[in-house]
């Protein structure tokens, strides 16, 4: 069983002041790096329960992973040569990203790195026009001025028993599921890329906008968006492992791109 390992942030060493070192992503140790799925979990820039979190990924057994708590708000993109990891995973709301981390960010998904974008991540990188485009969606977190337009800041409500419905049962992430209940948090008044977009997932909840879950391309890589996951409520729900653990896979390339199976169909998944 591949086990997880934990990303130790590399201080800079200081020079009259000045952070002069180079930034370069986290790594696997040897024995992590010989099979499974390889995954950078990004955090920072927004509290959560940690270790019941990442209790998430530890149960999936082919995937390992590292977190990369940022402190510099993206110095993960700084430099990727050499770059390890098959997926990211956003998981953090930070908000700054220089234009060379925002060159290097798109470069991996140019390559064909997957990118899995979690709950907050949609309100990260504000300033950065490009990160809509690339997870499909944006969380406005103060009044904004686009083309013209005023358009007012986005709106949560934490602790709402919330009814998931699943839109496309035979998309591989979602393959086999059916509706579900999930205790989370709502978000509305969100940007939602109608057109790029392929929603798998929804919500009747009246403090959400209905699009709570969709996959869309970037460049060469599969990009996935799933609202869900705000707090332990989420995280030990058996769907919402299930949905993290088959975009992971997805995003990977390891399950095909489209899937087709009979929708009277529903499979056993594990943990429900």
């Given at each position: 069983m591949l086990r997880p390992i934990s990303f130790v942030v590399l201080v800079c060493f200081c020079l009259g002041g000045m952070c002069s070192c180079r930034q370069a992503a986290p790594r696997l140790a040897p024995g992590e790096a010989a099979g499974g799925i390889k995954v950078v979990v990004v955090t920072g820039g927004h509290e959560f329960e940690h270790d019941p979190f990442f209790a998430v990924f530890d149960g999936f057994e082919d995937v390992a992973y590292v977190e990369a708590a940022q402190k510099d708000h993206s110095e993960i993109f700084e430099d990727i040569d050499d770059w390890p990891f098959d997926v990211i995973v956003l998981y953090n709301m930070t908000q700054n990203i220089s234009p060379q981390r925002q060159e290097n960010f798109r470069r991996l998904l140019d390559r064909g790195v997957g990118l899995l974008a979690l709950h907050h991540s949609l309100a990260a990188y504000p300033d950065w026009d490009e990160y809509r485009n690339i997870i499909g969606g944006k969380y406005y977190t103060k009044t904004t001025q686009k083309?013209?337009?005023?358009?007012?800041?986005?709106?949560?409500?934490?602790?709402?028993?919330?009814?998931?419905?699943?839109?496309?049962?035979?998309?591989?992430?979602?393959?086999?599921m059916s509706d579900f209940f999930l205790h989370d948090e709502a978000y509305s008044g969100y940007w939602y890329d109608q057109k790029g977009n392929h929603l798998i997932l929804?919500?009747?909840?009246?403090?959400?906008?209905?699009?709570?879950?969709?996959?869309?391309?970037?460049?060469?890589?599969?990009?996935?968006?799933?609202?869900?996951?705000?707090?332990?409520?989420?995280?030990?729900?058996?769907?919402?492992?299930?949905?993290?653990?088959?975009?992971?896979?997805?995003?990977?390339?390891?399950?095909?791109?489209?899937?087709?199976?009979?929708?009277g169909q529903l499979l056993k998944l594990p943990g429900l």
């Open positions: 083309d013209g337009q005023t358009i007012p800041m986005s709106e949560f409500q934490h602790d709402l028993d919330m009814t998931i419905h699943v839109e496309d049962t035979q998309h591989p992430i979602t393959i086999g929804s919500t009747n909840t009246a403090e959400n906008d209905q699009t709570i879950g969709w996959i869309r391309k970037y460049g060469k890589a599969r990009v996935c968006y799933l609202q869900l996951g705000h707090d332990s409520q989420a995280y030990q729900n058996g769907n919402f492992r299930w949905l993290v653990r088959q975009a992971v896979r997805w995003c990977a390339k390891q399950l095909p791109e489209t899937e087709t199976i009979d929708t």
